[in-house]
């Protein structure tokens, strides 16, 4: 079946580093993956939808400056943390939709970030 | 405002008992539905879907039935077993279930040997 990968799977970092995470869909092109934030005991919240070849689009109070989306190739989508802060340890994951199966997404394992 | 809701945050059932999963949604715009199995520290897996054209789909042990009247669909397991024991999340989207994704809170799923 169709996979995402994401990496890494872990992150510790200090505060005001920036840290990027990566995604990727293994053995499917996608023209558009997301990418989602979750805190603890909470929900998925989509932050963002990335496109390739053009601009990502930000869900309302997600800051775009802060959160840097690039979407290279047809595989790969990256989330970068700039100048992260603790406020921004949480658990992020992609997923990616395709049609080649069921009208649904394939989201990938989530990374864990701690900004101490 | 969540417009998806899962308003029991856990479920405990007996293993080979019918497990049922519940969801809001309040936004009537939304059609089409996915329900995702999630571990902890793991990414959701799909479980399974419905458009809001159909009331009813099944897949296996695993049923979802759609009242678009009351804003309501629920996930069946049957029969339910221990490894059926995780988070559940109900999803909603505006144009299929390729597009972007409304997540409700999750409920813990126990299913007891």
């Known amino acids: 079946g169709a996979v995402v990968s994401q990496h890494p799977s872990w992150v510790i970092c200090k505060s005001g580093t920036s840290v990027k995470i990566e995604c990727r869909s293994l053995?499917?092109?996608?023209?558009?993956m997301f990418w989602y934030r979750q805190f603890p005991k909470q929900s998925l919240m989509l932050m963002a939808t990335?496109?390739?070849?053009?601009?990502?689009?930000?869900e309302q109070g997600v800051e775009k400056d802060k959160f840097l989306i690039n979407h290279a190739s047809l595989t790969l989508s990256t989330l970068t943390v700039t100048s992260a802060h603790p406020e921004d340890s949480s658990f992020y994951i992609c997923?990616?939709?395709?049609?080649?199966?069921?009208?649904?997404?394939?989201f990938g394992p989530g990374t864990r970030l701690l900004v101490l | 405002d969540q417009q998806v809701k899962q308003n029991s945050p856990s479920l405990s059932v007996q293993e080979g008992r019918i497990s049922i999963l519940n969801c809001d949604y309040t936004?009537?715009?939304?059609?089409?539905f996915l329900w995702y199995k999630k571990y902890p520290a793991e990414g959701p897996t799909f479980l399974i879907s419905i458009s809001s054209i159909k009331d009813k789909n099944e897949d296996g042990r695993f049923t979802v039935f759609l009242n678009k009247s009351a804003k309501h669909l629920s996930l069946h397991i049957v029969p339910s077993q221990p490894g059926d024991s995780a988070v559940y999340f109900c999803?909603?989207?505006?144009?299929?279930?390729?597009?972007?994704?409304?997540f409700g809170k999750g409920m813990k799923l126990t299913v007891n040997p």
């Open positions: 990335s496109n390739e070849g053009s601009k990502a689009t930000y």
């Open positions: 936004n009537s715009m939304f059609d089409y």
């Open positions: 053995d499917f092109q996608a023209t558009t």
């Open positions: 999803a909603a989207a505006y144009q299929g279930g390729s597009e972007k994704l409304v």
């Open positions: 997923s990616a939709p395709t049609q080649a199966y069921e009208e649904t997404q394939y």
